[in-house]
T-cell receptor, first 117, second 113 residues
Framework: DADVTQTPRNRITKTGKRIMLECSQT?????MYWYRQDPGLGLRLIYY???????NKGEISDGYSVSRQAQAKFSLSLESAIPNQTALYFC????????????????FGDGTRLSIL | AQSVTQLGSHVSVSEGALVLLRCNYS??????LFWYVQYPNQGLQLLLK??????LVKGINGFEAEFKKSETSFHLTKPSAHMSDAAEYFC???????????FGGGTRVLVKP
């Protein structure tokens, strides 16, 4: 079973609709992230959460919101979807960086392909 | 602020030939550098990382990368390409104090038989 699970894997919807993408993890990590991937632009950070009560905007948060329902769950919402939000969305997790510990790598889900018509 | 530039959005190599993917970064603090690989319809997997210490870093699947501070580069190489290396590769940088990644635009590798 996947350690980082994203649902749905594919979604087609219409402009103006509210969309929720969900992410759950069994890795026991404190930190969770949402990215979007666009061709030629790599991945760009939308929101990140270092624990349940700590949520932060990334570089492209406009038009998105998130909810950290539990340590293992982190949802991304598009309140009113628009076509330029069509992209591949990834959730990632990482362990907390302890004092003196090496930098913790991120672990990615398989992505949600979202198309907005 | 930090940024990553990957030279070449597409690279084509013959099976058995050298794979060289270029990555240059900018960072206001000592960087942590990563290479990730993405196979079709999958998420990203960590290939290797540089944090501190030895500047030549070995990763999975025969890949390695060398951190060159003077050139602000972290190029990825593999001596002999295999068909299974066909994928998209992403270079990323993170500030030492945090864990936010900034990604390059990616390089798609095609391996010809």
């Amino acid at each position: 079973d996947a350690d980082v699970t994203q649902t749905p894997r594919n979604r087609i919807t219409k402009t103006g609709k509210r969309i929720m993408l969900e992410c759950s993890q069994t890795k026991g990590h404190d930190r969770m992230y949402w990215y979007r991937q666009d061709p030629g632009l790599g991945l760009r950070l939308i929101y990140y959460s270092f624990d349940v009560k700590d949520i932060n905007k990334g570089e492209i948060s406009d038009g998105y919101s998130v909810s950290r329902q539990a340590q293992a769950k982190f949802s991304l919402s598009l309140e009113s979807a628009i076509p330029n939000q069509t992209a591949l969305y990834f959730c990632a997790t990482s362990a907390r960086q302890g004092k003196g510990a090496t930098h913790q790598p991120q672990h990615f889900g398989d992505g949600t392909r979202l198309s907005i018509l | 602020a930090q940024s990553v530039t990957q030279l070449g959005s597409h690279v084509s190599v013959s099976e058995g030939a050298l794979v060289l993917l270029r990555c240059n970064y900018s960072s206001s603090v000592p960087p942590y550098l990563f290479w990730y690989v993405q196979y079709p319809n999958q998420g990203l997997q960590l290939l290797l990382k540089y944090t501190t210490g030895a500047t030549l870093v070995k990763g999975i699947n025969g890949f390695e990368a060398e951190f060159k501070k003077s050139e602000t580069s972290f190029h990825l190489t593999k001596p002999s390409a295999h068909m299974s290396d066909a994928a998209e590769y992403f270079c990323a940088v993170s500030a030492a104090a945090g864990n936010k990644l900034t990604f390059g635009g990616g390089t798609r590798v095609l391996v010809k038989p």
